[in-house]
């Protein structure tokens, strides 16, 4: 398997840098991906929306044949939704790839590439309402979603939420606990101050039950 996750200027670093670790884990440890690469529309660094810089292991034009594709959000997808080439890209990889994942505003340029029509599909909350005003996609309060070959995640972490039920999708249940068991991913119900409670957030954050 060949596993692409794509990279471009203002890229948030977590929704590559979460999935990635833990295909690796998989990768190295427990039989997954024999390659990762991080794709790009041209060579050179890409400044992420932290300030992390990337450099990408091939360009569109020298990619190969991809079994998955991994889309990360950030503030950069706002100019990359416009980016004939890096749609033309995805559109590609969508007649090619066993699956097309997208972590946070990701999801628009699945949606610019025509692959959320009628789709479920979520985003980072602050995106929603703009997701459902694109008015062909079912938009979901969720952490992550999956119809077919379509994964989506809600924002930042929960890429690695989604990235952990697609090895169990596609590995089994016991391959993706020892990815979660190596990585040391098991989230806190912890929640700190009253932040969650904010009413643009989705029902499963805010609706969270404090302990007494």
């Not at 599909?121 to 008015?135: E, F, K, M, P, V």
């Not at 020892?178 to 969650?196: C, I, K, M, N």
Request: with cysteine; proline share 4%.
């Amino acid at each position: 398997m060949r596993f692409g996750f794509l990279i471009f200027d203002g890229v948030e670093e977590l929704d590559l840098l979460g999935p990635w670790e833990l295909v690796g884990v998989w990768s190295e440890r427990f039989g997954g991906p024999g390659e990762r690469l991080l794709v790009a529309a041209q060579p050179g660094a890409a400044r992420c929306a932290k300030g992390l810089t990337l450099t990408p292991d091939v360009c569109f034009d020298d990619c190969p044949a991809l079994d998955v594709l991994l889309v990360p959000g950030g503030r950069g997808t706002r100019q990359v939704v416009d980016d004939a080439d890096t749609i033309a890209f995805i559109g590609r990889c969508a007649g090619q790839c066993e699956a097309l994942l997208s972590v946070c505003t990701g999801a628009f340029l699945l949606h610019r590439a025509g692959l959320l029509t009628g789709q479920p599909a979520t985003t980072h909350w602050a995106s929603l309402d703009r997701l459902r005003a694109l008015g062909d996609v079912d938009v979901r309060e969720t952490r992550y979603t999956h119809s077919g070959r379509i994964w989506t995640s809600a924002g930042v972490s929960a890429g690695m939420d989604m990235v952990l039920a697609y090895i169990a999708d596609t590995a089994g249940e016991q391959t993706a606990g020892e990815v979660q068991r190596w990585a040391e991913y098991y989230p806190d119900d912890r929640r700190y101050g009253d932040a969650h409670r904010a009413n643009e957030l989705p029902a499963y954050i805010k609706d969270f039950k404090d302990e007494e």
